[in-house]
């Protein structure tokens, strides 16, 4: 600390916490009350020693300077990058596409929108809450058989506006089955479950114990259990185990809307 300079007062008033203080020639100034001595009433004469600390001056300009360093390497230097996507599952009719966690630096996500070749979708894409919970993946149907598709991704920051790589998919003609992904509900019996468990296998297609956006077809004779309820959500059809033995019996995919599970 420099030199300090020492000053005299005399207590003029003390009121709701500032004090009025008056220096030899008749200067008035506002001073807290609560920084003078204890027992100081109108008429005390204080003394106040006023210096300057030039370490603390150094130390604060340290710290700000370090501040605006990291400032710089937190939003000036990191940016966000682009999304990356593939492709997750495709069917005659319908693509997931799946994407890596999106790198945002320090930016917030505004929006995310889907490219289908080169036009911009309606489709419902996971929110920034969606994003933040780990929803990696988007279902967009309505796709024609047997065609060409280019898919991309437009990411929204606030640092601004990103697109993913393109991808292309082509959709499965009705006779190829190996997209065809089924999951299994409340049946007769094991002995069934696993009979259709062959059936996939000869057609080509394959099954899972878990129900996601991936599957395409689950198979009950009753309308029950967690697995079907988790189909509801993902508006996935639920058919009889008729419609696997149809689409074995005629080598290609068959319309589930016959084989509904009332």
Known sequence: MSHTTSAQFTV????????????????????????????????????????????????????FRELQEQILVDFGTRLP????????????TWTVLEWEPL???AAELRSLHLYRDGQRMMQSMPSSLDVANSVLAVKTS?????HDY?????????????FSNAVTIRTHSLDNLC?????????????????????????????????????????ARYKAGPGCEAA???NIPIVKPDWLLACEA?????????????
């Not at 991309?152 to 640092?159: D, L, N």
């Not at 005629?250 to 009332?262: D, G, H, V």
Request: aromatic share 6%.
């Open 103 to 105: 790198d945002l630096a």
């Open 250 to 262: 005629n080598s290609k995919l068959q319309p589930a809307i016959k084989f509904y599970l009332e």
């Open 232 to 234: 509801l959500r993902y």
């Open 150 to 162: 280019e898919f991309k991704i437009e990411m929204r920051t606030s640092a601004g506006t990103l």
């Open 179 to 219: 997209g065809v992904c089924v999951c299994f509900g409340e049946c007769e019996s094991q002995e069934e479950i696993e009979n259709m468990k062959e059936t996939v296998k000869r057609i080509g297609a394959s099954w899972t114990d878990q129900v996601s956006m991936s599957v395409t077809h689950f198979i």
């Open 12 to 63: 003029g008033k003390l009121d709701a916490g500032m004090a009025m203080l008056l220096t030899e020639d008749y200067q008035l100034i506002e001073f807290p009350s609560v920084l003078l001595p204890k027992g100081v009433v109108l008429g005390s004469v204080v003394n106040i020693d006023v210096g300057r600390d030039k370490g603390a001056e150094q130390r604060q300009r340290n710290e």
């Open 142 to 146: 309505g796709l024609d058989v047997d």
């Open 81 to 92: 990058k682009a999304p990356v996507i593939r492709v997750g599952h495709t069917t005659q």
